[in-house]
Every structure is written in C-alpha cells, then in structure tokens.
C-alpha cells in the first residue's frame, strides 16, 4: 500500500518543503500532487479540449480556485 505524499508551498513565492511552515507571514497551502499517471497531476481543460489553466489540478484545488475561480460550470472541467 503506498502512502500519499503532500508537499507544502507558498502561494506568494512558490516555496514548496515537505513539512508544514510560515512564509511570509502565513501558513503553506498543503497539497497532494497525486501518483505517477495521475489526472490531478495534469493541467485542467474545458470540454471542447481547450487550455483552462498551465497550473497542475491539484495546485488549483489547493488555492480553492476549481470552481470558484472559472465562470464556466464544474461538469465542464476535466484532467486532460
């Protein structure tokens, strides 16, 4: 059985450490960048296969930006 793996990062910097810290004043964002293959790990298009977004998924569901960021309904995000 394989353990997940998180990583911590910086939203304002990008620091990433593998154990939860303050940068500049705040807390790290934790995030679970997924296994080897893994969708979340793969940047996020809409259903016509268009780009949404260069960022990986799993960084986008860290900041709390899937959906709320997108004018665009959740059904119509998927990993490409």
């Given at each position: 059985?394989?353990?997940?793996?998180?990583?911590?990062?910086?939203?304002?910097?990008?620091?990433?450490?593998?154990?939860?810290?303050?940068?500049?004043?705040?807390q790290m964002i934790e995030c679970y960048t997924g296994e080897k293959g893994?969708?979340?790990?793969?940047?996020?298009?809409?259903?016509?296969?268009?780009?949404?977004?260069?960022?990986?998924?799993?960084?986008?569901?860290?900041?709390?930006?899937?959906?709320?960021?997108?004018?665009?309904?959740?059904?119509?995000?998927?990993?490409?």
């Amino acid at each position: 059985m394989s353990k997940k793996i998180f990583l911590y990062i910086c939203p304002e910097c990008f620091q990433v450490c593998d154990t939860m810290q303050e940068c500049h004043s705040h807390q790290m964002i934790e995030c679970y960048t997924g296994e080897k293959g893994d969708e979340i790990r793969k940047p996020l298009t809409d259903s016509y296969g268009n780009l949404v977004s260069r960022a990986p998924r799993w960084y986008l569901e860290a900041r709390g930006w899937i959906p709320a960021w997108s004018p665009m309904p959740p059904e119509y995000y998927r990993a490409h």
